[in-house]
């Protein structure tokens, strides 16, 4: 790749078209970058800008928009579009050419909005995306009676294949069209879409038969219920059946180096930095490395397959009966991987109102930094064994905890709902089912490889800065000669921990943990981290560091120690980096602190009711 | 007195000092870039202000420390398409 010689003022080009279409796929071909791709409506929420340079060397800006229906925007992500389109944008020019991309296979609902973009008069072209699918499917599209009816070049492309912008790009290297002829004025669009269909696609079936026999099933009031119960408790399982021998393998490893560093340095502050501050904390992390890939593995199939919005169509009673819109679901969703792009989805709902409750319940839904905090827990705590013979009873467990933050979400909105009036111009689910896909193998390993170097990468910095910050509040002040308790009860962080301790002695939380919640601040897997630290330097003379922590934690916790931390870690308040984000989306320090101590209060008082229950049950 | 005893408090306080100074760029970024920018007005040159508390954000960069501004933060390297 050579960036050298890339103009200033590049040809300016906008990506449009209906959510779901492809144009993130399409953005990433011609771009080489590596947006997020799903197949749901509604995965990019805000403008994106790629760039790239012609064969002929003609230099290329291109923005990926959101996704819209129409350009009388609704939501906050449809207005960016429809801004950028009328060049009303106040950070961005009008785009030099508008490039329209439909889904080949669904052009009586795509055409519409293309249509619409017609009205502005600029120079256009369509991209005919999806067009392999749109051929297995008997679709024939004939894309030069399009092109005449239409008056601007239409090409047929395939975003998710090496050669399959080809003919885009040849027709973007060439003579640019002029602006397209607007229609007359009172136009029915979708009469001009029905005399477009008769002119220049012939359709053998609206739905593909497979798909439709697949959907009876799936979208089934009761039996599509069961499947998703089912799907996700294999994915649950899965996580604890397929990762233990990777998670030995690299406890194995961690252990190891603990161990030569501790027999070839002299025992002293280095080695105690090394082994007990920078092993401990970052390895017992990495540990977690498999289950977090084997999630996204199920998580990114389930994506590409088209399950997710067929999900959202089946949980979307459940969702309204709780007082959430139905555009709640895909940040909800997005919150599985982080909270903050979950709340960054929350852009699409019109609602103020139902806005500000979706970003307080989003975060409830496990994110990925949390599945340390509960792998250990579970680890120490839940015994490895079977139940009713197919079920692992730490994979169920897991799965409970999934499901309480999800119960726990739809608790909070029903009585949100309760409390204040609804909306009155309430925003049903609008959601369009795309068609089942194949998941694409590159897309999948794509994404796995984006989630773990993520995870690496916080290991290698933010996890590692932590540990040793950790390391030096954990060994500093020394304490006196004459000292009889642990020294680590002398130190800064030992003092912090006793500090704390009132405000979380209620709730079963011993000074060990409340040192590890401060770092928890900044990652939920930190906290993780944080208690192998403690752990460690409090019982240095041991080696493996992995087996102190496993140790401590089932020699001085009780069970309902355990599981309070595990309720509060359901709702636990989010890392600094959501708080930013919330207070960034909401433009507000008040609601940002109303959702901050929201979510305090209720994971305080779910570990005091789980932590007392516990232990009058225990 | 042997050279690992000499060293050794050096090494610590060269790693003690990495991870704060990691801490504040990571936990902090806000913190970070506001000295950054005092230290820039204090003299200190900006190729070594930049390498240590991180270069001044761009407006509208979607840094997410000034919390104003609505710029997707993404932006990928040419591309660039032979024949």
Sequence with gaps: ?618 | MNLYALLEPAIVTLLVVFGLWLSLRKVAPRLSMRLGEASRKAGLAPAIANRVFGPPPARNSACGTCCGCDKGGSQSKPMIHRH
Excluded at chain 1, 24 to 31: D, H, P, Q, S
Excluded at chain 1, 140 to 156: N, S
């Design chain 1, 1 to 618: 790749m050579d960036s050298t010689h890339v103009s200033a003022t590049p040809l300016s080009l906008a990506l449009v078209g209906n959510p779901n279409c492809g144009k993130t796929a399409l953005f990433n071909r011609l771009t080489g970058a590596r947006q997020k791709v799903a197949n749901y409506a509604g995965a990019t929420v805000e403008r994106k800008e790629g760039f790239f340079v012609l064969p002929s060397g003609r230099h290329v800006r291109v923005l990926d928009l959101p996704g819209a229906y129409s350009l009388s925007a609704t939501s906050p992500d449809e207005a960016v579009t429809r801004d950028v389109c009328l060049g009303q944008h106040p950070d961005e020019q009008r785009p030099d050419l508008l490039l329209c991309v439909a889904d080949a296979t669904n052009l009586r609902l795509h055409l519409r909005f293309v249509l619409e973009l017609r009205r502005l008069g600029r120079p256009m072209v369509l991209a005919l995306n999806m067009a392999d699918a749109a051929e297995r499917r008997g679709i024939r599209i004939d894309a030069k009676a399009l092109e005449q009816e239409l008056g601007f070049p239409v090409i047929e492309t395939i975003a998710v294949r090496k050669h399959g912008t080809a003919a885009l790009l040849a027709a973007l290297d060439g003579r640019l069209p002029g602006p397209a002829e607007p229609l007359p004025e009172g136009t029915d669009l979708h009469a001009e879409t029905r005399r477009l269909l008769a002119a220049a696609v012939s359709m053998p079936s609206p739905t593909n038969p497979t798909d439709a026999a697949i959907d009876r099933w799936v979208l089934h009031p009761v039996l599509g219920l069961a499947i998703l119960a089912a799907v996700m408790l294999v994915v649950f399982q899965s996580v604890y059946a397929w990762a233990g021998p990777f998670s030995d393998g690299i406890e194995a490893g961690v252990g190891a180096l603990g161990e030569w560093i501790s027999s070839t340095l002299p025992e002293g502050m280095l080695s105690s930095l090394l082994v007990d501050g920078v092993i401990a904390g970052v390895g017992g992390v990495l540990v977690f490395l498999p289950q977090i890939l084997i999630l996204f593995f199920f998580i990114l199939l389930l994506e590409e397959s088209g399950y997710l919005p067929r999900a959202a169509f089946l949980l979307d009673r459940f969702m309204v009966g709780a007082g959430l819109s139905g555009r709640a679901f895909i940040p909800m969703l997005s919150s599985f991987a982080c909270a903050i792009p979950g709340i960054m989805a929350t852009r699409s709902i019109p609602n103020p109102r139902d806005r500000f409750l979706t970003i307080l319940v989003a975060p409830m839904m496990t994110c990925s930094a949390r599945l340390p905090v509960y792998a250990l827990l579970i680890g120490a705590f839940i015994p490895d064994r079977m139940v009713g013979g197919i079920f692992n009873l730490q994979g169920l467990t897991l799965f409970g905890l999934y499901m309480a933050g999800i119960l726990g979400a739809l608790v909070v909105a029903w009585v949100a709902r309760l409390m204040g009036k609804r909306a009155s111009d309430e925003q049903a689910l609008m959601l369009e089912i795309p068609a089942w896909r194949l998941p694409n193998a590159k897309d999948v390993l794509l994404g796995l490889k984006e989630r773990g170097m993520i995870f690496l990468r916080r290991a290698g910095t933010l996890i590692l800065a932590i540990s040793i910050v950790l390391w030096v509040l954990s060994t500093f002040p020394t304490p006196p000669e004459d000292w009889a308790r642990p020294a680590i009860e002398y130190s800064f962080a030992g003092r912090i921990g006793h500090a704390l301790a009132f405000f979380f002695e209620p709730i079963g939380f011993n000074w060990q943990i409340c040192v590890a919640l401060i770092p928890g601040l900044a990652a939920r897997e930190v906290a993780v981290a944080g208690l192998a630290s403690v752990y460690a330097i409090a019982g240095a003379d041991e080696a493996n560091t992995e087996q102190i922590l496993a140790t401590a934690l089932h020699n001085e916790w009780t069970l309902a120690t355990a599981f309070s931390l595990l309720a509060w870690y359901v709702f636990a308040p989010q890392c600094m980096a959501t708080l930013a984000v919330v207070r960034r989306e909401t433009s507000s320090w008040r609601a940002t602190a109303i959702w901050a101590g929201l979510l305090t209060a209720l994971a305080y008082g779910a570990a005091f009711l789980t932590y007392h229950l516990t232990a009058a049950l225990t």
